[in-house]
């Protein structure tokens, strides 16, 4: 007897825990299930330590903030950044108040984002930054500063042992945040399980899917512990499965999903735990990229809080590999390999010599070359007092592009079949700090006639007060659900 069910997550991540817990907010009678290949939930890129924790809100990133041929600082991004961050926040806080997340601290804790750069020019880029953005409420509280001592105060670690001489600047935003997506992703789980017709199958493994003539997917499965196969349909299928869902994308064989391809990139940081350091530094300090380096490597410094665990990270410092997950295969590139595929990814391969040389330095950097990085935010770091973690994995999108042949992404996708019975999340960074509003645009995309009902429609302006309004125009709506999310989220309190 094949089981059925209305929604079939792959993959035991943040992005599937956030829509198998909308949707069972949305409807409580849906039918869930999340299968997983691994014997716990959030072992991959959610996992606390598989990622730098920083909940991306335009804050400190640089990169979201590119200085234009006249001088100036084009700063929409930046804005558009921090309203869908903030989707997220409205969406924890719903959670909270219900009962259905953990006390906030154990998930999301307020760490200062700061900027931080060195030399005339830059710092000239970051006051016109700042003077460009503290005109909208988003980022009225950001300071500025280029008064050593008080950039000392930001951020002891930093400024001591460096050279008196050199012209420094800094931003601060103090309710800047760290959040472990792995905490706030299992208490979504957690909360799923105390409810009707949702199960979780861990140690299972998708080996196929295809659609049915009823538009239904019949998914087969695989218990990696006792080796059964069985069939699962499902009227709808999200593949969150991380680097798995490129191949499994393939495997389900919707046009949409041709010619996508992936370009996979390991990470490592520098972590410190000594306790007499970790303690005086709570920011997370972001600087610039080195020239011709990709957005995903802009070094920083920052404070983590994992459960009761504190620690240092400094990176992040890339690799080359052909995995497609950290517990991955060496054989999962050429795998992907298609015919719809094999251009784009070539063309991408030629026009990528910059990014191909900046991932073999990378690669064989020396542990002195990552502690001399390092040390240009934290002059004094000791090399005993760090080691190299290695973290998760990211698989970059490949996709066709009519002028060039092939581009390479550095974001993240959802591509919908356009029956809307299926979607898979492809790329990266910034995922999991947007993560509700793209799960959002997913049940917008997938969902839409339920979405238009006034059942629908109720309870998702219930769950994110802001939904369907731009809270970058509408200023007073932003500040009441700013002060209520820092509130509700213990945000407003800097430790």
């Known amino acids: 007897m094949i089981k059925e069910v209305d929604i079939l997550l792959v993959g035991a991540g943040a992005m599937s825990a956030t829509l198998g817990s909308m949707l069972k907010q949305l409807d409580p009678d849906l039918s869930v299930v999340i299968v997983e290949r691994l014997d716990k939930p959030l072992q991959e890129s959610s996992d606390g330590w598989n990622n730098a924790g920083t909940g991306h809100a335009a804050y400190c990133e640089l990169n979201y903030t590119p200085q234009q041929p006249d001088g100036s600082v084009n700063v929409e991004r930046a804005y558009g950044i921090n309203a869908r961050y903030e989707v997220s926040l409205q969406y924890w806080s719903y959670l909270v108040k219900l009962g259905a997340l953990p006390e906030p601290t154990k998930f999301i804790n307020p760490v200062p984002h700061v900027s931080f750069v060195w030399g005339e020019d830059n710092v000239e880029f970051l006051r016109k930054r700042h003077a460009a953005l503290i005109g909208h409420p988003m980022f009225a509280a950001m300071e500025f500063s280029e008064d050593p001592e008080e950039i000392k105060e930001w951020m002891p670690l930093v400024m001591e042992g460096r050279d008196p001489s050199q012209k ?5 935003v103090p309710y800047g945040t760290d959040v472990n997506f792995a905490a706030v992703s299992l208490g979504m789980i957690e909360h799923m399980k105390t409810q009707d017709h949702f199960d979780l199958l861990l140690n299972t493994s ?7 003539a009823d538009k239904r997917w019949t998914v087969s499965l695989k218990d990696e512990v006792t ?3 069985y069939d699962i349909k499902a009227g709808f299928v999200f593949i ?4 798995a869902s490129l191949p499994l994308l393939q495997k389900s064989g919707i046009p949409e999903g041709n010619g996508y391809g992936g370009f996979p990139v390991s990470g490592q940081f520098l972590v410190c735990k000594n306790p007499e350091i970790v303690k005086r530094h709570m920011a997370k300090v972001y600087g610039k990229a080195s020239v011709g380096a990709p957005p995903m490597s802009v070094p920083h410094l920052d404070a983590r809080i994992i459960g009761d665990e ?7 410092f890339a690799g080359s590999t052909t995995k497609f997950l950290k517990k991955g295969s060496v054989l999962d590139l050429f795998k992907s390999i298609r015919l719809n595929n094999i251009w784009p990814m070539m063309r991408v391969g030629m026009k990528s010599f910059d990014l191909i040389k900046y991932l073999i330095k990378e690669t064989f950097q020396s542990s002195g070359a990552r502690m001399k990085a390092l040390r240009e935010y934290y002059p004094e770091a000791k090399e005993e ?3 190299l973690l290695t973290a998760g994995q990211r698989v970059q999108i490949i996709k066709k592009c009519e002028e060039d042949g092939g581009k390479i992404e550095f974001g993240t996708e959802v591509v919908h079949s356009s029956d809307g019975t299926l979607a898979a999340l492809l790329g990266a960074s910034p995922g999991a700090s947007l993560l509700v ?5 997913t049940i917008e995309e997938c969902f839409a006639d339920r979405l238009a009902t006034e059942e629908w429609q109720t309870r998702v302006k219930e769950i994110i007060p802001s939904y369907g309004i731009s809270i970058v125009s509408h200023e007073n709506l932003f500040m009441s659900i700013r002060e209520d999310t820092l509130s509700t989220l213990k945000l407003d309190v800097v430790k």
């Open 437 to 441: 509003p793209i799960i959002l645009e």
């Open 206 to 212: 998708v080996k196929d899917l295809k659609q049915d």
């Open 240 to 243: 969150g499965a991380g680097g």
């Open 227 to 229: 080796a059964e196969n």
């Open 310 to 316: 504190k620690a240092l990270l400094f990176g992040p």
């Open 385 to 387: 007092d760090w080691t």
């Open 168 to 172: 420094v600047a800094a931003t601060r």
